[in-house]
């Protein structure tokens, strides 16, 4: 695991948040939030990721999402970013368990710094993934644009997270805001709003939303991520 040098003060003190909020929680993580990050099978299954392609996760946590897209895309090489060394630790434990060193890369670093050049890699890649990680990034707009520019203008971006909640009956969607809250966690209701308006009859974006509009799942291009950028600023 590597990381990026010279990071501003803003950046160490939300990557000390995250190391903050995951110290303890990353033993038990996998097996509580199988209960709530309704979506992240969907997306994986959605990948069908072709051999050789290089797929990048920007908030991987445990490494479960990449395990597992190792084990559905035999040949993909995958990457991993994460904001916590806390994190990393048991993602870097959970990796060499599954044998799966050679192919899963990761790295310690935000989403706003997220390049092929932090791997050593020189190349776009094919894919880039934030599973449930928009919600606790507070950037995300710039967060996906920069995604958007270490992908191949070919290439996709997919993202699953909380939704609006408004379709929950009210009081389940204030307690789960509340207990949310805890963990620095954030639906963005605005990128939701932005992606409805956008996805529509678009060839280039796919836009899934669950049951209550607890999640949503995104397949985009980059340059629709582009546009949710300017939609943002302009919003």
């Given amino acids: 695991m590597s990381e990026p040098q010279n990071r501003p003060e803003q950046s160490r003190t939300h990557a000390a948040l995250m190391d ?44 479960r999402n990449l395990i597992r897209m190792a084990r559905t895309y035999p040949g993909v090489q995958l990457y991993g970013l994460d904001a916590s060394q806390e994190m990393l630790r048991t993602a870097e434990q959970a990796v060499r368990r599954a044998g799966l060193s050679e192919r899963i890369h990761l790295v310690h670093g935000l989403a706003e710094e997220i390049s092929p050049a932090l791997f050593g890699e020189s190349e776009p890649f094919d894919r880039a993934i934030f599973s ?75 836009l899934y939303i669950m049951a209550g509009r607890y999640a949503f799942v995104l397949e985009a291009t980059p340059s629709i991520i582009c546009e949710i950028d300017s939609h943002s600023v302009a919003g």
């Fill in 132 to 206: 449930y990680s928009l919600s606790m990034i507070p950037d995300w707009s710039a967060a996906l644009k920069t995604a958007a520019g270490a992908v191949r203008p070919e290439g996709k971006i997919h993202a699953v997270d909380f939704g609006d909640l408004a379709g929950l009956w009210r009081p389940v969607g204030r307690i789960l805001l509340a207990w949310l809250r805890l963990f620095h966690v954030a639906p963005r209701d605005k990128l939701l709003k932005i992606l409805e308006s956008m996805a529509k009859d678009r060839a280039d974006a796919d």
């Fill in 20 to 63: 903050r909020v995951y110290r303890h929680q990353r033993h038990i993580y996998d097996l509580t939030r199988k209960y709530f990050l309704l979506g992240r099978d969907r997306l994986i299954r959605q990948l069908h990721a072709g051999p050789d392609e290089r797929v990048v996760e920007i908030g991987c946590g445990t490494a």
